[in-house]
């Protein structure tokens, strides 16, 4: 596994750079968003992740080991390989990556090439619980991920019987208790049904 590089920039195109380390020059495919920061002549440091083939190696850069470490979990998923990663890369930040996983925000998700409306949910279905920490707002909430499991919540007691009406207050309710980390959904909507159960 070669983790990173460190070198002069030999060379940039489109889609990668060459990165000379002790005199060997190394293709290193790259993001836009990584590229822009590269200069032909100027050293640079990537992190990477070699992807081993039968008939291939590819190496693949990125501006800090967190992409790195996305970029290898996206992979994880079914139907992404490494080229699908690294196009959610170079369209949303890590951290827009992991709310949007954390929320179940499919549209953020769809707007990649390449992921369509069921590629979406499968990623937020298979990943949504190794994704990470999901940075805080500056209120001290979790991003938005409110949204995600709230709407969870409220579906799960109008699937076993409560209106939509006591569905949004049993949620609220739960809310105002939630600080910092979110606990899982079905802990949530346990916590739901005991208000809901207080009120019957």
Request: proline share 6%; aromatic share 2%; glycine share 12%.
């Amino acid at each position: 596994m070669i983790a990173s590089v460190r070198g002069t920039v030999a060379a940039v195109s489109p889609d990668g750079a060459v990165i000379e380390v002790g005199g060997v020059g190394l293709t290193v495919h790259c993001a836009p968003g990584t590229l822009a920061n590269l200069r032909v002549g100027t050293p640079a440091r990537l992190a990477t992740s070699l992807v081993v083939r039968e008939d291939s190696l590819t190496l693949y850069g990125f501006a800090d080991d967190d992409e790195r470490a996305l970029f290898e979990l996206l992979q994880t998923a079914s139907g992404v390989g490494p080229r699908l990663a690294q196009a959610v890369l170079a369209v949303h930040p890590p951290d827009v990556v992991r709310k949007a996983v954390a929320n179940g925000d499919t549209a953020t998700l769809t707007r990649v090439p390449g992921i369509g409306k069921k590629g979406a949910e499968r990623l937020v279905l298979e990943l949504r619980d190794r994704i990470g920490p999901v940075p805080v707002g500056p209120d001290g909430a979790a991003g938005v991920t409110t949204g995600g499991w709230a709407e969870q919540v409220r579906q799960g007691l109008i699937g076993l019987g409560w209106t939509a009406a006591q569905a949004d207050q049993a949620v609220a309710a739960v809310a105002e208790g939630v600080d910092g980390a979110v606990p899982p959904v079905p802990v949530l909507l346990k916590q739901a049904i005991r208000l809901l159960g207080r009120t019957r």
